[in-house]
């Protein structure tokens, strides 16, 4: 798509009032009837430099091989030649047919199609907070880019990068030049409904796939292959199923155990593959683990393994297993001695809690922020409290300890809607870029940009937040 000037004589506030008016309502979850955008909008997208820009692509390109290293430490875990902790710990409260589903052969090899770090902006580069391969906002993200487009703005990866991008992907893990995609979103994970059904049918306007959105009861089975059933009542055969809900709610969503079949029979390509290990925070743990620093540079070679080293934020598993008299978690303090219990941790003070207490994966709690915890936002009860909670739960839903790093400090103009006029707010940004594996690389599909301000502890879409795609400029951040 060429990126044309909708008019060169427009001001700022104009350019605003274009996007408001031109971004699709509804692709992100609206809290009030009457916002039909319910965030911030900047008359451009947020400026990065090229120097940011060539470092978020080696990033996607480090990420690929983590997730290679990940999956292949975990599956020599299984069979004895690594640690056994390894495949422990990212098995930890998960049932048994998870388990036995992300080990089956036929997915011994897959990896996610899609990859996105959460990026927060640092004075010194970036610290990626979280990992996501079952990510949200492509749809959001890709509608916003077209739009920016009508302004003769093009966003980084293109005006339709995510759509052609997305497109690619499909088609390399197929194998095919015109392949047909089902991308299978559950009742769970609702709010994703409408910018996912805007990507589908941006795939099939943009590229040469068809793509339907649907719910997992829309599905139809036969030995031979796997179809999607259509409104108007007609069946159209798939290639590939995008799986657009999470494993910890598998056994609620409809049909789950036919595409499963499909898939372990080469009736139809599903990415991302069922494989709850890879979907874990704790993996930023087992990185940092200093017994298996050998392993992961083995895996990764010396360069990538130091980059990402400074990457990935310090992550302990919080794990209450009784230690040794002579043991201590390795590289925690408190108080300045070593910490050998996890509530020895319950007497640091505010200032001393730079620390995030959140969920690993296998749990409704552990997406959309839900069960975060920024440490010297608690008071001193909340924080014995969530230490305990950790504690307690660790068979179950097993949480980690994460170093908190605050964003550097950026300036963000937006359009006050009330007053009409525009203005500027002092901020963080978070940056989401989407990578999609296209055979063995990564290609960059789009950034998008959550700019929160700066007194939010947690950066993420909010009414007070700018969201915007990234743009590349010699002078951005």
């Known amino acids: 798509m060429a990126c044309t000037a909708y008019s060169p004589d427009l001001t700022a506030r104009d350019q605003a009032h274009f996007l408001y008016d031109a971004i699709p309502s509804g692709l992100f979850k609206v809290e ?22 060539a470092r978020i692509e080696t990033i996607g390109a480090n990420l690929l091989l983590f997730y290679r290293a990940l999956n292949a430490l975990y599956n020599r875990s299984v ?6 902790f390894i495949a422990e710990y990212l098995d930890q409260g998960k049932p048994e047919h998870i388990v036995r589903l992300s080990r089956q052969n036929r997915f ?5 199609g899609i990859i996105r770090p959460d990026l927060i902006l640092t ?15 492509m749809g959001f993200l890709g509608a916003m880019s077209e739009a920016y487009c009508k302004l003769g703005m093009e966003s980084i990866g293109g005006a339709d990068g995510i759509v052609r991008s997305y497109g690619a992907m499909i088609g390399a893990a197929t194998g095919k030049e015109q392949p047909a995609v089902a991308i299978v979103l559950s009742d769970e994970s609702g709010d994703y409904r409408p910018e996912m059904t805007w990507l589908a049918e941006a795939l099939t306007r943009v590229t040469n796939l068809k793509a339907f959105m649907c719910r997992p009861q829309d599905i139809y089975f036969t030995e031979e292959a796997l179809f999607v059933r259509l409104p108007d009542g007609r069946e159209e055969k798939i290639d590939a199923l995008y ?37 874990e925070k704790l993996a930023f743990a087992l990185f940092h ?28 598993v919080i794990d209450p297993r009784p230690l040794p008299p002579q043991a201590v978690i390795a590289g925690l303090e408190a108080n300045g001695a070593p910490v050998s219990d996890w509530m020895q941790l319950a007497e640091l003070t505010k200032s001393e809690r730079d620390y995030v207490i959140k969920p690993s994966g296998f749990s409704e709690l552990a997406w959309g922020s839900r069960g975060v ?39 963000q103009t937006y359009l006050d809607r ?5 203005r500027t707010f002092e901020g963080r940004v978070r940056l989401c870029p989407y990578f999609f594996i296209v055979g063995n690389e990564t290609r960059l599909g789009g950034i998008l940009a959550t700019v929160a301000p700066a007194d939010k502890r947690l950066i993420h879409g909010m009414t007070d937040a700018v969201m915007a795609p990234s743009i590349l400029k010699e002078d951005g951040a």
Do not use: C
């Open 243 to 279: 799986r657009n809900f999470e494993l910890f709610d598998l056994l609620n969503v409809p049909k789950q155990e036919l595409m499963l079949y499909s898939a372990r029979h080469n009736r139809v390509t599903m990415t991302p593959p069922p494989k709850a290990q890879l979907e």
């Open 373 to 411: 915890r920024v440490a010297n936002d608690l008071t001193k009860d909340e924080w014995v409290s969530t230490l305990q909670e950790a504690v307690r739960e660790f068979e179950r839903t097993p949480r980690i300890l994460q170093r908190f790093y605050k964003g550097k400090r950026v300036r």
């Open 79 to 84: 069979r004895g030649t690594a640690p056994a």
């Open 32 to 53: 009030t009837a009457d916002e039909r955008i319910p965030w911030r909008i900047s008359p451009e997208p947020f400026a990065l430099s090229p120097r940011a820009l």
């Open 418 to 422: 009330a007053a009409d006029e525009i």
């Open 289 to 316: 683990h200093p017994q298996l620093a050998k392993l992961w540079k083995a895996e990764l070679g010396s360069a990538v393994y130091d980059h990402l080293k400074q990457l990935f934020p310090e992550t302990w």
């Open 123 to 137: 004075d010194d580069g970036f610290i990626a907070s979280e990992l996501d391969s079952v990510p949200g906002g």
């Open 108 to 112: 011994r090899q897959d990896l996610p």
